[in-house]
T-cell receptor
Framework: KNEVEQSPQNLTAQEGEFITINCSYS?????LHWLQQHPGGGIVSLFM???GKKKHGRLIATINIQEKHSSLHITASHPRDSAVYIC????????????FGKGTHLIIQP | NAGVTQTPKFQVLKTGQSMTLQCAQD?????MYWYRQDPGMGLRLIYY???????DKGEVPNGYNVSRLNKREFSLRLESAAPSQTSVYFC????????????FGQGTRLTVV
């Protein structure tokens, strides 16, 4: 079983819809990251969380440390939000670096 | 403000050839990382460097070597490329002092034939 699981793997929605992507992890962590990757492109950091909730524009990220779960929400989705969204955790102890989920492929149709 | 710069962006190698992937960051970060991304899998850590002069193995180090040339540069070398090393390679960096945002390069798409 992967240490970081994302759901759904693929999501297609209409412009304007409220989007939720989920991430569950099974290890102790010091921080959780949400990243965005456009097709053929690089990886951009959206959020880093260790507790609570963060908001940036139309994006909201939450984390529940006790339940080992995080969600990424997109309000008023737009076709330019189409990308792969990746959850990654920094494990407490062990090797440095991030452990990644497989990503959620989001398509927003006009 | 370049951030993390990787070269080359694309490369095709024949089995057995060697090459070095270059990575440089201009943010004065202590920690640097090399990851590979394969279809259907999450990114996996190859090697990392917590500071200048130190390197450590990650999850999938076999077939690779690294050099932390100075604080800015962290290179990844394939001594004898194999088709299993066909992948997209990402370099990343962060300050390293606490949990901080990671910055990624644009990636190198490597094909070994």
């Amino acid at each position: 079983k992967n240490e970081v699981e994302q759901s759904p793997q693929n999501l297609t929605a209409q412009e304007g819809e409220f989007i939720t992507i989920n991430c569950s992890y099974s290890v102790g962590i010091s921080a959780l990251h949400w990243l965005q990757q456009h097709p053929g492109g690089g990886i951009v950091s959206l959020f880093m969380l260790s507790s609570g909730k963060k908001k940036h524009g139309r994006l909201i990220a939450t984390i529940n440390i006790q339940e080992k779960h995080s969600s990424l929400h997109i309000t008023a989705s737009h076709p330019r939000d189409s990308a792969v969204y990746i959850c990654a955790v920094r494990r407490r102890g062990g090797a440095d670096g991030l452990t990644f989920g497989k990503g959620t492929h989001l398509i927003i149709q006009p | 403000n370049a951030g993390v710069t990787q070269t080359p962006k694309f490369q095709v190698l024949k089995t057995g050839q060697s090459m070095t992937l270059q990575c440089a960051q201009d943010m004065n970060h202590n920690s640097m990382y090399w990851y590979r991304q394969d279809p259907g899998m999450g990114l996996r850590l190859i090697y990392y460097s917590a500071s200048e002069g130190t390197t450590d193995k990650g999850e999938v180090p076999n077939g690779y070597n690294v050099s932390r040339l100075n604080k800015r540069e962290f290179s990844l070398r394939l001594e004898s490329a194999a088709p299993s090393q066909t992948s997209v390679y990402f370099c990343a960096s962060r300050t390293g002092w606490q949990d901080t945002e990671a910055f990624f390069g644009q990636g190198t798409r490597l094909t070994v034939v």
